[in-house]
């Protein structure tokens, strides 16, 4: 519409000039170049405009005619770059596919319609090293190291070239290198994370986590956890030579997670080693709060293992306070039932545990609560199931962390990822006991030699007897002779062994003395 517009505005305009023109009565004289002419205004005014424009016009035509070697040249420079993006698209789908020879041949062809070489080497380096040439890979991801837009891709490149022959000093430095140039790439912060914790560089890999989480590849959960890890590594590689700077790291791990048991863990230990329990048991009362590890347990006990009975349990169950659902505040309460003499009390705590998922842990204790409650020879059949239960798989459960470097690598993957210290056992290995097995065990004992004890031991140890093995046993224990006085001898070497128990668990009675209950439990065996 507003070309039509401006078309009939035009026509009004020239049919007004030339009609101004033709209405000019004047005439114009004149002499140029030894011609004279004479004519009327009008036709002397339009002849001279039409000549004007006449010249416009041929004057962009010569322009034109002028440009047409100049058109033809570029046509041709755009027929060869599009030659050359062609092939190295195909070129790149070639790489992808991983057919070397076809990258190869649409690198030749990319090189030559191509005039921009940093378009091209990436091509060419992927197109050797998918052909086995190592040697011209690593010479073309080197060159793209000199144009500022290629270095990065190039770095990748040298980088994996690194990885594979095994080189780690070279990987190291082009990913960090890489990842100075590229802070928020999340495979160079891969590479720089991966590389520092196989190396143990504790610190390097710290100050790359800061680095990742300004740059937003880190979430500042997952940093937080990872920064906690590594301080606490360089922690237990610091602390048999500076105390003091251990500690130092130890209290900025736990800022950042209180809930690190290894953190904790040494953090209370130092604290201990200085006089100063108010501080221990806080560390570890926050920690189980966030986390009820074993070795919090352990370290706990021992804070108060020279403080008469009362204290002990009142400080136990303080503790099982801070996490009252957890399982470990089920063991605190029976642990602290028993420093108490409140025998029924610790069976009440711990029979929801024996039908869930009873550990070494539960037996040792149930049989402190057993023999309170019916006498030494209660203890027996719950020693043998203290041996043979499975060990606690969670790193530190024997009270300590004594992690290799490989080790403190993979607790620091695991915590930053999944905020757990490792990875759950594949297999369930612990089952709990039946309805009808809690009912055999928890029942008084019947007297020695009665038929009763015999029948209530083999149902629970020998859960899986078939009928006719059971028919048989009692036949072929009756074709043995007893030999007189050995009935009051093994008592005596069982009341010997079992008082044997008592005293070391008087030594060292927590919840979780796995060890010493696996020592007691096996001398049972030994006499039984």
């Known amino acids: 519409m507003i070309r039509i517009l401006i078309f009939l505005i035009g026509i009004i305009f020239f049919t007004y000039v030339i009609t101004l023109l033709s209405n000019l009565d004047s005439r114009i004289t004149g002499e140029a170049f030894g011609l004279h002419f004479d004519g009327p205004s009008g036709l002397i005014i339009g002849g001279l405009a039409a000549v004007f424009l006449g010249a416009i016009y041929a004057t962009h035509k010569l322009k034109d005619i002028l440009a047409i070697p100049t058109k033809i040249r570029a046509k041709d420079a755009e027929t060869k770059r599009s030659r050359g993006i062609a092939a190295l698209t195909r070129g790149l789908e070639a790489v992808a596919a991983g057919d070397g020879d076809d990258a190869a041949h649409h690198a030749r062809l990319a090189r030559r319609y191509l005039d921009e070489a940093s378009l091209t080497r990436l091509l060419t380096a992927q197109a050797a090293q998918l052909s086995g040439d190592l040697a011209a890979a690593k010479q073309g ?157 352990k370290l706990y006990d021992r804070l108060y293992k020279d403080q008469p009975l009362e204290k002990r349990a009142s400080k136990l169950r303080k503790l099982a306070g801070k996490n009252s659902d957890a399982h470990e505040a089920a063991l605190l309460r029976a642990r602290a039932a028993t420093l108490a003499g409140e025998w029924q009390a610790a069976i009440d705590e711990l029979e929801s545990l024996l039908a869930r998922a009873p550990s070494a842990a539960t037996y040792a204790l149930m049989a402190q609560a057993a023999t309170g409650l019916y006498g030494e020879g209660a203890a027996k059949i719950w020693l043998e199931h203290a041996a043979n239960a499975p060990r606690d798989p969670r790193p530190g459960a024997e009270g300590e962390f004594h992690l290799t470097r490989q080790g403190w690598a993979r607790l620091i993957r695991d915590y930053m990822e999944l905020a757990r210290l490792s990875p759950p056992p594949i297999e369930e290995t612990v089952v709990g006991l039946s309805p009808e097995e809690l009912r055999l065990l928890i029942a008084p004992p019947a007297e020695v030699g009665d038929e009763a004890q015999s029948t209530q031991e083999d149902l629970v140890t020998q859960p899986e007897a078939s009928p006719q093995e059971a028919s048989q046993e009692p036949q072929s224990a009756s074709d043995e ?48």
């Open 141 to 297: 991801y080197a060159a793209m190291l000199a144009a500022p837009e290629t270095e990065f891709l190039g770095l990748k490149g040298l980088y994996a070239q690194a990885l594979a022959a095994d080189d780690a000093d070279a990987a190291k430095g082009y990913a960090e290198r890489a990842f100075r140039l590229r802070p928020n790439a999340e495979w160079a912060f891969a590479s720089v994370f991966d590389l520092g914790l196989e190396r143990g560089a504790w610190r390097e890999t710290r100050e790359a986590v800061v680095q990742a989480q300004k740059n937003k590849v880190l979430d500042a959960a997952k940093a937080n956890r990872a920064r906690a890890a590594l301080l606490t590594a360089d922690a237990y590689t610091t602390a048999s030579a500076d105390k003091a700077a251990a500690q130092t790291e130890l209290d900025a791990a736990l800022k950042l997670a209180p809930g690190f048991t290894p953190a904790a863990v040494l953090a209370a230990q130092i604290a201990m080693e200085a006089g100063k329990t108010g501080r221990a048991a806080s560390i570890l009362e926050t920690a189980f709060a966030e986390s009820s590890h074993p070795a919090l347990i």
């Open 481 to 528: 002779p007893e030999e007189e006085g050995s009935g009051d001898a093994a008592a005596t070497e069982v009341s010997e062994k079992l008082d044997e128990k008592s005293e070391l668990a008087e030594e060292d009675d927590h919840p979780h003395n796995d060890t010493e209950g696996a020592r007691a439990a096996a001398a049972a065996r030994n006499v039984s």
